[in-house]
Each structure stands twice: as structure tokens, then as C-alpha cells.
């Protein structure tokens, strides 16, 4: 089956430092990967969407100056939250997207970030 | 711009009493409609989604949804739920030419008391 794994899944960082996380996928080739941001008690904001052999695109209000995503290849995207504060807090979600299936995501358990 | 809306932020049921979780959206073109179930302190699971055809789509669980074109909703149901489907509901919408795209809605809070 197609299944989606994202590490570390919790973890604590001081206020201004960075922490990156990691998401893989196994199963299926992950054409496309989306990262997503779920503040307390909201819900999930597209950070960005990352295609293989495409640019990166980022939505409104998220840079790659301050969220660098890394999709070497089918199974592997990476995004580093750097210089992080309290606002950035949350659970990061991947979301991959199989070739020939774009209009399905299998999410992975996401990575719970702490701003100390 | 695609928006979502879930009216309805806390639902409250009995176990084996049906619900019906409601979805309404706005978006100018074709897109993909579905459903997210997210667990305390978990990600988010599929449910169902729609495209077109059978404006009543079946998922996981006993799980079902209908589209309406003439409403621009996308409302999820269950006829008889359980308390283990105590969690948060998140619809979601994509557009057509851009699925990896997903917009979510709020999210709906369902309790099943036992």
C-alpha cells in the first residue's frame, strides 16, 4: 500500500533557531509533495507544493526564505522551518501525490513542532 | 480562489444516531471535492472524494457524501456512527487543473457519546 512517513514526529526548538523535518514515501512515486501548517486550533494552510522537475510554488503569507523545501526524488521532500518563533508552532503535514493520480494525497502523521 | 466553509464547528450525537457534517464551498471551475478525518493528535486520514458522476460518493467506514451543484456543497454522513468516529472533520477542495492543491475547511468537531 501507499504510505506516507514524516520524521521526527514531535520535536522542540528554541525561539530563532531552525528545525527541518522529513517526509518519505513508500508505495508509490510521490510526483508531487505538499507541505501544510496546522497552527493550534485552526486548520491546515498550504505552505507549498512541490513538483518533481518543476519550481517550487509557495502560497501567500510562506516564503522559501523562511520555509526551503528539498524534493531530490520520488520518495524524499524535506522542509526547513528556519529561525523559528512561537507563531511557527504547529503540526506540519506532507501531502503526496502519486503519478497518474494527482487527484489523490496520502498524508503522513505529520511533525509536531514545539517554539520554546 | 477556492473557499470552504464547514458551518458547523461542534456536533454532538449518541451512538448509533446518524449525522450529517456540512460542506459548502466556492470556486469559479472544476475541482475535486473530499473529505479528511484527523484524530486527536494524529494526521489526516481519506475519507472519500468526488469528481463526477454519482453525485453520492461512498468511503471508508460507512462513511458517504453527496454533491450538490445547485447548493455548492459537499455535506458527509453516516447513518448509524460509533463512538470511535469521536474526531475532527476537515473537507477539502482542489482544483481541477491543480489537485495537489488542497484548501481546507475549519473543521467540525463530532462527539459520539456512548
Known amino acids: 500500500g501507499a504510505l506516507v512517513y514524516q520524521y521526527p514526529r514531535r520535536t522542540i526548538c528554541k525561539s530563532g533557531t531552525s528545525m527541518r523535518m522529513e517526509c518519505q514515501a513508500v508505495?508509490?512515486?510521490?510526483?508531487?509533495v505538499a507541505w501544510y501548517r496546522q497552527s493550534p486550533q485552526k486548520t491546515f494552510e498550504l505552505i507549498a507544493l512541490?513538483?518533481?522537475?518543476?519550481?517550487?510554488?509557495?502560497e501567500q503569507n510562506f516564503t522559501q526564505e523562511k520555509f526551503p523545501i528539498s524534493h531530490p526524488n520520488l520518495s524524499f521532500s524535506s522542509m526547513t522551518v528556519l529561525n523559528a518563533y512561537l507563531e511557527d508552532r504547529g503540526l506540519y503535514l506532507c501531502?503526496?501525490?502519486?503519478?497518474?493520480?494527482?487527484?489523490?494525497?496520502?498524508f503522513g502523521p505529520g511533525t509536531r513542532l514545539l517554539v520554546l | 480562489t477556492q473557499t470552504v466553509s464547514q458551518s458547523d464547528a461542534h456536533v454532538t450525537v449518541f451512538e448509533g444516531d446518524s449525522v450529517e457534517l456540512r460542506c459548502n464551498y466556492s470556486?469559479?471551475?472544476?475541482?475535486?471535492l473530499s473529505w479528511y478525518i484527523q484524530h486527536h493528535g494524529h494526521g489526516l486520514q481519506f475519507l472519500l472524494k468526488y469528481y463526477s458522476g454519482n453525485p453520492v460518493v461512498q468511503g471508508v467506514n460507512g462513511f458517504e457524501a453527496e454533491f450538490s451543484k445547485s447548493d455548492s456543497s459537499f455535506h458527509l454522513r453516516k447513518a448509524s456512527v460509533h463512538w470511535s468516529d469521536s474526531a475532527v472533520y476537515f473537507c477539502?477542495?482542489?482544483?481541477?487543473?491543480?489537485?495537489?492543491?488542497?484548501?481546507f475547511g475549519d473543521g467540525t468537531v463530532l462527539t459520539v457519546k456512548p
Open positions: 501531502g503526496a501525490s502519486p503519478w497518474g493520480n494527482q487527484d489523490t494525497q496520502y
Open positions: 512541490s513538483t518533481v522537475n518543476s519550481a517550487i510554488k509557495y
Open positions: 508505495g508509490f512515486q510521490a510526483t508531487s
Open positions: 470556486y469559479g471551475g472544476s475541482i475535486y
Open positions: 477539502a477542495v482542489s482544483p481541477f487543473t491543480n489537485t495537489g492543491k488542497l484548501t
